[in-house]
T-cell receptor, first 113, second 111 residues
Framework: DSGVTQTPKHLITATGQRVTLRCSPRSGDLSVYWYQQSLDQGLQFLIQYYNGEERAKGNILERFSAQQFPDLHSELNLSSLELGDSALYFC????????????FGSGTQLSVL | GESVGLHLPTLSVQEGDNSIINCAYSNSASDYFIWYKQESGKGPQFIID?????DKRQGQRVTVLLNKTVKHLSLQIAATQPGDSAVYFCAEQGYGQNFVFGPGTRLSVLP
């Protein structure tokens, strides 16, 4: 167990809908990262938060947004969902310094039908 | 759950043999590297890391080798076991940058 908790484990929804994925980082970790993993691609970095502030942005669509709350948990909001958004979404956390390993949650499997 | 990367390169090894998984990284400025293991239905799990001031690091049954000249990273697993069957990712990071993950290699351990 990595100590990173993600909910829900599975999410099935329809095109055009909006969903929220939740992540609780390891105790003491200030940084939260969101990654997308689809069948034909590796782990694609979406966004990083550090202590409540956005620190880095990757290949995140405008339809997607995230935030990190004062208790350090994070939410990833996906809206106007399309079939191509079906993927595994992972949250990872780290203490927040440089050259630190990331600890991953078990992911949320999103299926858009 | 879904299988990760159905079309990933696959390495098949006999149980008890040693496995070598290779990774070519892209950024010559990368100075920190990690190997992750991902089992079906689970998130990536940290295996071992290495910094650019080293060329070899050993863990329990695993060794990571770094060749900065050719930008190559390898993961050696000794006495491969059925529980080692998984997808293995390398990840590189430059100072002030986010991790970039490789496409992954599927390791299949044959009985």
């Amino acid at each position: 167990d990595s100590g990173v908790t993600q909910t829900p484990k599975h999410l099935i929804t329809a095109t055009g809908q909006r969903v929220t994925l939740r992540c609780s980082p390891r105790s003491g970790d200030l940084s939260v990262y969101w990654y997308q993993q689809s069948l034909d691609q590796g782990l694609q970095f979406l966004i990083q938060y550090y202590n409540g502030e956005e620190r880095a942005k990757g290949n995140i669509l405008e339809r997607f947004s995230a935030q990190q709350f004062p208790d350090l948990h994070s939410e990833l909001n996906l809206s106007s969902l399309e079939l191509g958004d079906s993927a595994l979404y992972f949250c990872a956390s780290s203490v927040g310094g440089e050259e630190e390993k990331l600890f991953f949650g078990s992911g949320t499997q999103l299926s858009v039908l | 759950g879904e299988s990760v990367g159905l079309h990933l390169p696959t390495l098949s090894v006999q149980e008890g043999d040693n496995s070598i998984i290779n990774c070519a990284y892209s950024n010559s400025a990368s100075d920190y590297f990690i190997w992750y293991k991902q089992e079906s239905g689970k998130g990536p799990q940290f295996i071992i890391d290495i910094r650019s001031n080293m060329d070899k690091r050993q863990g329990q049954r695993v060794t990571v080798l770094l060749n900065k000249t050719v930008k190559h990273l390898s993961l050696q697993i000794a006495a491969t076991q059925p529980g080692d069957s998984a997808v293995y990712f390398c990840a590189e990071q430059g100072y002030g940058q986010n991790f970039v993950f490789g496409p992954g290699t599927r390791l299949s351990v044959l009985p």
